[in-house]
């Protein structure tokens, strides 16, 4: 059974970074797609980037293109989400997942998703 745990969120002012990271134990992530996802208070949770198995791919919500990066380093079974020019409205529990279908093409709907880490709280104040 793998497991996704996240790591990296705080408090950061706007227009400062941070890098999340999504660490998978139980089983080699590395032949799954993977996304991040954030949830606002109130707010459904919604598609912030995805990679594919090899990390060749990837796909950006376009609240996210241009200030973030997906990466992954699939010998540390880790998936990295670099944000950069954060803004107040990036904040939000972000949260990891992986689609349990190996070298499967990535999606960007919560139910593409399998299995979701326990989520990490991001805060931008202006």
Do not use: H
Not at 70 to 79: P, Q
Not at 85 to 91: A, C, G, N
């Amino acid at each position: 059974q793998v497991q996704l745990v996240e790591s990296g969120g705080g408090l950061v002012q706007a227009g400062g970074s941070l890098r999340l990271s999504c660490a998978a134990s139980g089983r080699p992530s590395s032949n799954y797609p993977m996304g991040w996802f954030r949830q606002a208070p109130g707010n459904e949770r919604e598609f912030v980037a995805a990679i594919s198995s090899s990390g060749d791919n990837t796909l950006y919500a376009d609240s996210a293109k241009g200030r973030f990066t997906i990466s992954r380093d699939n010998a540390k079974n880790t998936v990295l989400l670099q944000m950069n020019i954060l803004k107040p409205e990036d904040t939000a529990v972000y949260y990891c997942a992986l689609k349990l279908s190996p070298y499967a093409k990535y999606g960007t709907y919560v139910s593409n998703y399998d299995l979701w880490g326990q989520g990490t709280q991001v805060t931008v104040a202006s």
